[in-house]
């Protein structure tokens, strides 16, 4: 029986699809702010998901190969690591457990008014 390695992820191919499906999901639900955030603007390269939403600063997604964690950069909650819970099929903080999508949902409705929660439609 194959082992499951940081995170569940059996193979280091398994934590990009995983990895990258969240990414892309990301941008996705924050690409709404568009027309409600000045300045806005998102842009995902090589792993790296960084969030410009004007005056409230930049957020940074990134993927983190090596550990198998995404890494989150933020000007409201600070640096935080996420790793995979297979049985919740979540990305959940390193220290305090909760989850990205989570407190990304928070810290978008303050500082856009927006609930990007409602529109999530699927889970990782």
Known sequence: MPREVDGGFQTERDFHVVADAT????????DSLEDTVDDYEANLSQGVLNILMGEHGTWVLN???PNRQIWWSSPLSGPMRFEYDPSLKQWVATRGRKQL????????????GVDIQARRTTKH
Do not use: G, I
Not at 101 to 112: I, P, R, S, Y
């Open 63 to 65: 993927k983190q190969t």
């Open 23 to 30: 990414l892309d999901e990301v941008q996705a639900l924050v």
């Open 101 to 112: 999508f989570t407190l990304l949902a928070e810290e978008v409705q303050k500082v856009a």
